[in-house]
């Protein structure tokens, strides 16, 4: 089975350029979560959608941050304009629906993500 | 959400049976207690679950007192590849909006050495 899929998997870009990172969700997930992880505050969550529908926004660090759900199975999370301390490991994670699965979330393998 | 305290980091040799507490004072009677394994350039990834008791799968046990107010990851006869960050994690995400916000926090660095 295909698992969390994210892209790009590395990216180097300048201060001030427009970060766009990409998301795939397991199939059938209904709930899709954006993670941030750096050395100093760890994994961090910024939003999670329910549905395609963003539910909780509050870990988004300011408006540079956005992310969309357009549909089941893509989902971005996009940094505009890019500062060097968004350098961090960027991770997308899916839940399937209903109830008895608990807290198990799946992970992609992140994005890594530096700014000069 | 309940606050968790593990050991910042433990060393291990390899073969040895390794055992990383979690403290969890303030759990709520409907949370789970989840266990995460990640390694380095990975996303973390589920390895237990439980609600009480003893849980038990291949990777590993997991030991939940009566009060629950602690649980104890145990890895049987580890080797070099269990090298990874642990994360604890108290919750119910079954709950519905407003449980979706599992703290991570740091983790417990598990260092095998040969």
């Known amino acids: 089975d295909a698992g969390v899929i994210q892209s790009p998997r590395h990216e180097v870009t300048e201060m001030g350029q427009e970060v766009t990172l990409r998301c795939k969700p397991i199939?059938?997930?209904?709930?899709l979560f954006w993670y941030r992880q750096t050395m100093m505050r760890g994994l961090e969550l910024l939003i999670y959608?329910?549905?395609?529908?963003?539910?909780?926004d509050s870990g988004m660090p300011e408006d540079r941050f956005s992310a969309k759900m357009p549909n089941a199975s893509f989902s971005t999370l996009k940094i505009q304009p890019s500062e060097p301390r968004d350098s961090a490991v960027y991770f997308c994670?899916?839940?399937?629906?209903?109830?008895?699965?608990?807290?198990?979330?799946?992970f992609g393998e992140g994005s890594w993500l530096t700014v000069v | 959400l309940a606050k968790t305290t593990q050991p910042i980091s433990m060393d291990s040799y390899e073969g040895q049976e390794v055992n990383i507490t979690c403290s969890h004072n303030?759990?709520?009677?409907?949370?789970?207690i989840t266990w995460y394994q990640q390694f380095p350039s990975q996303g973390p990834r589920f390895i237990i679950q439980?609600?009480?008791t003893k849980v038990t799968n291949e990777v590993a046990s997991l030991f939940i007192p009566a009060d629950r107010k602690s649980s104890t990851l145990s890895l049987p006869r580890v080797s070099l590849s269990d090298t990874a960050v642990y994360y604890c994690?108290?919750?119910?995400?079954?709950?519905?909006?407003?449980?979706?916000?599992?703290?991570f926090g740091k983790g417990t660095k598990l260092s095998v050495i040969p």
């Open positions: 994670a899916s839940k399937p629906p209903g109830q008895g699965s608990g807290n198990t979330i799946y």
């Open positions: 199939s059938g997930h209904d709930y």
């Open positions: 959608f329910n549905n395609n529908v963003p539910i909780d």
């Open positions: 303030n759990i709520a009677t409907n949370d789970y």
């Open positions: 439980g609600y009480k």
């Open positions: 994690l108290v919750g119910d995400m079954d709950s519905g909006a407003g449980s979706y916000q599992l703290t």
